[in-house]
């Protein structure tokens, strides 16, 4: 899902501050060959993103040593190294001298560190995300897994990552450089990132930030980021209890049987407003969906033959769109026969809420009644439960 203005400076790592000078110095230096003529920045992540602090033209030899002032805070800072579009996290406690050793084109992943034991947990934190990534792509790609099955698999590896984290580094030691990175860390799935620990949506990912900002006040009183994680943490407290308290008249995935419709009255691509209960008499199917997504094109055209094939007997579609840009959508949309309404929230919009929505994409059956029947994590037979309630 769409990541919020709060996380979006730390995609690469964490929400930093920028650091003051002082006399004392850090170093980062070593060697990265097959880069000759190649420009190596060093960044410093700030609250607004990276920060040029200097740069190097390598040579044939591939040497660099950056000298630079060590922040007056006694907590770490945050660093990279970058050519082009690869990068090496680092971070950096006080005046320690980090030796990072790489060949181009596989800086990003083949790079040995020294010097720094929180700078080998991030690279050991940042290959294991990229195979993470690699581990999503390839179960996206599979024709063997449908739409849902993809993202149930998806879902249980994203998951089963989220608790090795927690185990090996986060609780084990929160007062870490690296646990800090570990929370920010974020993937891609249908072409949007997503924070991996979402405080946003997760009770329990509120409170790994939450066991984190406790810890960084213990060891690095009143510093930007101990405070910038307690921002996060209570906004993700409010944001779960705002969710709990819909919720509590709303549907939870398995409660949905035999539930009082919950209406929804959104426009749809011609600028018409539609209503979920004026549907009454057909059995609908509540669909939430993002044409932005990378499934969206396969999607639609499994829509499309289901409508095909019962649309005629008092099959209908009432299909909300999470898409941020409206024109977009109405483009999409523009030859489909079904209902096309659009959430102009997004993916934090209302009718998500009302109805629990924790993925995108997502749908449930409505019967003739305007009475809730199922939700997809409930049906294994489409085709069957399609056919049971329209006769």
Not at 21 to 33: M, W
Not at 155 to 179: D, H, Q, R
């Amino acid at each position: 899902m769409k990541i919020s203005k709060l996380f979006a400076i730390a995609l690469i790592g964490s929400a930093l501050a920028a650091t003051s000078c002082s006399n004392k110095k850090f170093h980062i230096e070593g060697n990265i060959t097959n880069a000759k003529d190649s420009i190596l920045y060093l960044e410093n992540i700030s609250l607004n993103g990276p920060v040029k602090i200097d740069s190097v033209k390598l040579d044939s030899t591939g040497n660099f040593d950056f000298a630079e002032n060590a922040a007056d805070s006694v907590c770490p800072d945050f660093y990279r190294l970058r050519i082009a579009g690869q990068s090496i996290n680092l971070s950096i406690d006080s005046t320690e001298t980090v030796t990072v050793t790489a060949k181009w084109p596989f800086i990003s992943t083949q790079y040995k560190v020294r010097g720094s034991a929180d700078c080998s947990r991030i690279k050991d934190l940042s290959l294991m995300q990229m195979q993470l990534q690699a581990k999503i792509n390839a179960i996206a790609r599979n024709p063997s897994y449908g739409i849902d099955s993809s993202e149930v698999v998806i879902g249980n590896i994203i998951e089963a990552y989220k608790n090795k984290v927690k185990l090996n580094y986060i609780f084990k030691e929160p007062m870490k450089a690296s646990s800090y990175y570990a929370l920010f860390q974020t993937i891609q799935i249908g072409g949007q990132n997503t924070l991996i620990f979402n405080p946003q949506a997760s009770k329990a990912d509120v409170q790994v930030f939450a066991a984190v900002a406790t810890s960084w006040d213990t060891f690095y009183p009143g510093s930007v980021r101990g405070k910038n994680l307690h921002q996060i943490a209570l906004q993700g407290m409010k944001n779960i209890r705002i969710v709990e308290a819909r919720q509590s008249q709303s549907l939870a995935a398995s409660q949905v049987s035999n539930a009082g419709l919950i209406d929804l009255k959104l426009t749809d691509n011609k600028n018409q407003e539609r209503t979920l209960s004026s549907l009454k008499g057909k059995v609908v199917m509540l669909d939430f969906h993002l044409f932005a997504s990378d499934q969206s094109m396969q999607r639609i055209m499994w829509l499309r033959s289901l409508y095909n094939k019962y649309s005629k007997e008092g099959f209908e579609i009432y299909q909300v769109s999470v898409d941020p840009d409206e024109s977009y959508w109405k483009q999409q949309t523009a030859s489909l026969p079904w209902i096309c309404v659009r959430d102009e929230g997004g993916v934090q919009g209302q009718s998500l809420q009302l109805y629990n929505v924790q993925t995108i994409p997502t749908y449930f059956l409505i019967d003739r009644n305007n009475v809730l029947q199922k939700r997809d994590v409930q049906i294994k037979d489409l085709d069957k439960e399609i056919q049971a309630l329209l006769k």
